[in-house]
């Protein structure tokens, strides 16, 4: 619902910050394999990234700015696709 959703706004995503910080904790206490240490970290720091932009230049809106906390809701989509389908999971 907060990646697709009908009415998404930027405070919507602030929803994905404790799972975004807990899947960070796992990726890297369990040492997970690089792909998706690397997945977990780029949608943190696009999330980091989002604050920034809010917090310091709340008037800065193209489009691309305004794009990057959809995108790192993505990019913890395909993280929490690729981590079920791990497969230390399955057996």
Known sequence: MTLCGPATESYTYLILAPAIVLTVAHAYGARQPVLLR????????????????????????????LSIQPLSAGVLLLYAVLWLFDDPLWS
Not at 44 to 54: E, G, K, N, S, V
Not at 57 to 62: A, G, N
């Open 38 to 65: 690397g997945l977990v970290s780029t949608a943190f720091t696009f999330q980091l990234l989002a604050a920034a932009r809010a917090s310091f230049f709340p008037h800065f809106k193209p489009f691309w700015a």
